[in-house]
Every structure is written in structure tokens, then in C-alpha cells.
């Protein structure tokens, strides 16, 4: 069984920083591209930042320029920088691990989710 544990989030003032981190675990023998979503209050999850097994990334319109999205493929962790916070981040942030492969099987798997909330 593979979960995804993410930490990181917390409540900081706008224009602070944030690191969120989300490292997977189990008998994983790979996994394909991450990335990070977000859900905030009322509003459908949306993607906020992608990377391949490569690095190549990409990034939601709406945090270009302020988050950077990175991976180490040894520990199976993917990290999210997040600078310049702006209130309207506030959400839920998920991980998400594109076909994750074990003995036997191939899926991609959810974190449980870590609350980000951006105030003053």
C-alpha cells in the first residue's frame, strides 16, 4: 500500500512563504509525474503546479513566478515553494503521484491534503 504524507502547510501573512513537502511511501519501484492541486473554500480543485520524472514543470497561471515546483526521485518526495503569498492561495493543498508502480499494479495516488491559509 502507497500513501502520500504531506506537511508544510500553516496559516502565514500575506507576502510570507511556505514549503509544503509530500513524500511517498511503500514498495515503490517508480513513479511517474507530481504534482500539487488545490482546493479552496467553495471552489473545485484545480492543478497548481506539475513535474515530470525529467523536471520539466508547469505551472497554473496564477502562481507563476511565485512557486517553484521540485522533486527528489531518491526519497520519492515532491516539494512545494510557495513566496509572495497572496490571500486568495488559501486552500487545501493535495499531492498527487502519476502511475505509481508497484508489484503487480500501476495507479495514481492522493494525499490526504494540507490546509494553507494566508492571512494578516
Known amino acids: 500500500q502507497v500513501q502520500l504524507v504531506e506537511s508544510g502547510g500553516g496559516l502565514v501573512q500575506p507576502g510570507g512563504s511556505l514549503r509544503l513537502s509530500c513524500a511517498a511511501s511503500?514498495?515503490?519501484?517508480?513513479?511517474?509525474?507530481m504534482a500539487w492541486y488545490r482546493q479552496p473554500p467553495g471552489k473545485q480543485r484545480e492543478l497548481v503546479a506539475h513535474?515530470?520524472?525529467?523536471?520539466?514543470?508547469h505551472y497554473g497561471d496564477s502562481v507563476k513566478g511565485r512557486f517553484t515546483i521540485s522533486r527528489d526521485n531518491a526519497k520519492n518526495t515532491v516539494y512545494l515553494q510557495m513566496n509572495s503569498l497572496k490571500p486568495e492561495d488559501t486552500a487545501v493543498y493535495y499531492c498527487?503521484?502519476?502511475?505509481?508502480?508497484?508489484?503487480?499494479?500501476?495507479?495514481?495516488?492522493w494525499g490526504q491534503g494540507t490546509q494553507v491559509t494566508v492571512s494578516s
Open positions: 498527487n503521484a502519476d502511475r505509481v508502480w508497484q508489484i503487480g499494479s500501476v495507479r495514481n495516488y
Open positions: 513535474i515530470t520524472t525529467g523536471g520539466s514543470t
Open positions: 511503500g514498495s515503490i519501484f517508480s513513479i511517474g509525474a
